[in-house]
């Protein structure tokens, strides 16, 4: 303990501090018992009384000299009319303690929390947290029996978090546990990637507000979604059930009904009621797959609602009410779509709060070699069978898989079929360079079926040059220059992504580079033309 003199600061206790009747002196009083340690003396006590209790105050100081003639009392009068008031009670101490010439390289200072209000204890709590008072807490407790004349105990709480290592590791701890959930445990290694499963993580766990997912068709917006739902679980957030629709599926009058349900009768066919997905989801997380194919109809009612968190049935004349989470997802532009009035401006702002753009496979080369191994481990747990790849023919895979020409059109689906065929077909748990070659022919074969002709290719490039430039533009470039942007064009417009673009484009001259950026590369190569990512993709249609 430190040799400083001790200062306490604290408010009178109106029915403890009493010791009102008799046996005055066998009665346990939290501030007068700070008087009475002998393994510490007390210099000065603070103590915050209004004026209703002066006597009471003045009784206490007196007792308090009787046990400890060296501690000097200061009574400190507050003008506090409602000791249960929080603003009232904070306003007054936080005016005293900016008044208060505190040294605390001089004094120690203990705030005593065991007396007064719980609305004064709080604020002597948020003063010292906040340094205002710049001490530590002082929990004063009754001997084991009472009537003694003990003076019980003192124990000490720094509010200083930094002490508490034990506590920021195991919070570290546990959003580590949270991000490793959502990613099924597998270790990615792409930066942005794993920026963005810890900013989901996050969200997920401190908001109820709608999350769009945005990316191309199995780059794992589905199972995000439920993992994210399943984490929700676990943290107690939500009860109820994880719904999950794939909007491209519902159509016409059927949309309505699956939905948002329909009394019997509503429609010819509708011989039951149905409760409807959205109700379905009440309490729970409902997930909106493709939710840039519903119809304008049923943005409409969906927009209702999310806001309000009611909405008719079909057929119904009476609300129903169900508090859900929406989760979307989307492989569209929905700021293209909303330019173009095919999908609700208003229903876009609101789903729009926290919008995350998940890259696809060949967005994430590094994270492949580690998505296979965990897709092997999945095949031997579901099998009971443990495959594994023969060392060079790891190599020639990984290599391909890696590379500039696997596109991955179908990203995580592609590469769970292809692991699963080499599994299925190795013979004595054993992945052989003659199976690897084999399965990279035939995803060739997949991704190149229906490729376009490098005379469609051609054509296609002329059109969208004249839909981009104006005719005196056009006139204005060199022959090599035009032919190059004719064949350029068509590959940026049937890209996934600029990244995606520039590695078809790149493929050679990228090999030798020691960092990459080929969409940085190809955006420098455009803009010399005036020409833009989001402008290119447009004029395509």
Known sequence: MSTKPIVALGFIGTQLDGGFGTGRWEKWRPTVALGQHPDFALARLELFYTLKYLKLAERVRDDLAAVSPETQVKLVPLPIADPWDFGEVYGALYDWARGYAFEPEREQYWAHITTGTHVAQIC??????????????????????????????????????????????????????????????????????????????????????????????????????????????????????????NCATLQGEGAMSALFGHKKGAFTGAATERAGLLKSADGGVLFLDEIGELGLDEQAMLLKAIEEKRF???????????????????????????????????????????????????????????????LLALYAEENHRVVRFHPEARRDYLAFAQGADAPWCGNFRDLSASVTRLATLAEGGRISRELVQAEIARLNWLWTRGAPSAASEGADGEALLARLLDAEALAALDQFDRLQLAAVLPVVARSRSLSDAGRRLFDQSRQQRKAVNDADRLRKYLMRFGLGWEQIRQAMG
């Open 312 to 374: 008719y049935p079909l057929g119904a004349d009476r609300e129903v009410a169900s508090d859900f989470q929406l989760i979307a997802g989307t492989h569209r532009d929905l700021r293209r779509d909303v330019a173009e009035g095919r999908f609700r401006e208003d229903l876009f702002a609101r789903i729009n709060l926290w919008t995350y753009d998940l890259p696809g496979l060949a967005d994430r080369p590094e994270d492949v070699e580690p998505n296979v191994d965990h």
């Open 124 to 245: 002597l709590f948020l003063l010292a947290e906040s340094r205002h008072i710049p001490g530590v807490l002082a929990q004063t407790s009754p001997p084991r029996r009472w009537g003694t004349g003990d003076a019980g105990t003192v124990e000490l709480i720094d509010l200083d978090l930094s002490r508490y290592d034990a506590i920021a590791q195991r919070f570290e701890a546990a959003q580590r546990d949270a991000v490793a959930y959502l990613k099924s445990g597998i270790a990615t290694r792409n930066a942005r990637f794993n920026a963005l499963i810890d900013e989901i993580e996050r969200v997920a766990v401190r908001s109820k507000a709608p999350i769009l997912l945005v990316g191309p068709t199995g780059a794992g917006k589905s199972f995000l979604a439920r993992r994210m739902a399943e984490l929700k679980r676990a943290r107690k957030l939500i009860e109820g059930a994880f719904v999950e629709v």
